[in-house]
């Protein structure tokens, strides 16, 4: 290694590049935080030593303090997340809990995954946040081990994960396969189901309960990136076809609304030539014509026991408060007996 340029003030980057770690290591390894490795710790510490630099005493101060200040980092596209009300009553439910004690919301934007995790480093490097809410699960998800070596506490939106506790109603298939009841009752066989990423962990545990629970398959499954024109160009497809399904389930409300609008622009009247489900239950669902059926997942209720718990693990005192219930049907004039063909 060679020592600092005469005149040239040390930074905690030079000391990360010359010890080839990210500068959130570097933190780490003076604040005794995160999961280094002792060889790692060492390497960064001689380069530190080498270019003549340590941590000041304001920035030790500031690094020790609380920010009151959590993260959501949402991976959907900006159109994506402006058209669909699902983050806006998450939101809502998160800083509910959040404003009363005095905490804000970061909230970013993301394209991927890796692109999430850059920001997680950064976000603990600066000691902006002190701990961060979870979406959109996915198998072998890096997230939860990442946040751990980064000292950032964290509660995941969902199913279980190893690694990092999850928040959410208990039994997350029970509202599909209400749906897939309901639908066989009405007398649907030809049922499509427009999905979302089908490499998001809800996607496949809902597919899977809704295809157990009609009994045959479905006449087409459609994955989606749960954009508007996702949804139409979905539905045209299915409408499209020969024998066009006489019920679309969508993966949430929005992409149900733009299934009926596509619908109904084709000359089909909802339900009485095809029946339409959406999921989550949002406001907009009771104001259409006709009104959405679709599955209550309590968003809001999901969203606040989120911050309570992320909360608790913030070192906050929280009152206990079990999220109870699970997913629910709640049937509407958007599905009616299937028209004989």
């Known amino acids: 290694m060679s020592g600092a340029k005469a005149g040239a003030r040390p930074t905690i980057k030079a000391v990360a590049a010359a010890a080839g ?12 935080k995160g999961r280094l490795a002792e060889s790692t710790r060492q390497r960064i ?4 030593l080498d270019l003549g630099w340590s941590p000041s005493a304001s920035a030790s101060a500031l690094r020790s303090a609380r920010t009151r200040t959590l993260a959501l980092v949402v991976r959907r596209p900006t159109d994506v997340l402006g058209a669909d009300p699902h983050f806006s009553e998450l939101i809502t439910g998160i800083e509910g809990e959040l404003a009363p004690r005095g905490y804000g919301l970061l909230l970013h934007l993301v394209a ?34 990442l946040l751990a070596r980064l000292g950032l506490p964290a509660v995941l939106l969902g199913a279980p994960t190893p690694g990092v506790p999850a928040v959410g109603l208990a039994d997350q298939g029970a509202g599909v396969r209400e749906v897939a009841a309901h639908l066989r009752e009405l007398g649907h066989r030809r049922i499509a189901y ?42 045209q497809e299915l409408l499209a076809r020969a024998e066009r ?26 339900p009485e030539d095809l029946s ?37 693990r913030c070192g906050e005192d929280v009152p206990d408060a079990p999220l109870d219930g ?7 004039e958007s599905t009616g007996p299937a028209t004989p063909s």
Not at 21 to 32: E, H, L
Request: glycine share 6%; with cysteine; net charge negative.
């Open 326 to 332: 699970r997913p629910g049907l709640v049937v509407r």
């Open 245 to 270: 399904p006489t019920a679309l389930v969508y993966a949430n409300d929005s992409m149900a609304v733009c299934g009926i609008g596509t619908a109904q622009r084709a000359g089909l009247r909802v």
């Open 276 to 312: 339409v489900v959406g999921y989550d239950n949002l406001p907009l669902g009771r104001w259409l014509h006709p009104r959405l059926t679709t599955v209550d997942q309590q968003v809001q209720r999901v969203g606040a026991a989120a911050a309570r718990a992320l909360l608790a």
């Open 21 to 32: 770690v990210s500068t959130a290591a570097v933190s780490q390894a003076f604040n005794d």
């Open 112 to 145: 991927d995954v890796a692109e999430e995790s850059a920001l997680y480093e950064r976000l603990a490097a600066e000691k902006r946040v002190d701990g961060a809410v979870l979406t959109d699960a996915r198998a072998d998800d890096p997230r939860p081990a």
């Open 45 to 48: 510490l001689a380069a530190a």
């Open 194 to 235: 427009v999905a979302g990423p089908a490499e998001l962990q809800h996607t496949r545990l809902r597919l899977t309960a809704f295809e157990e629970a009609l009994g045959f398959a479905p006449s087409a499954v459609l994955h989606t990136d749960f954009s508007e024109a996702a949804a139409v160009a979905a539905t």
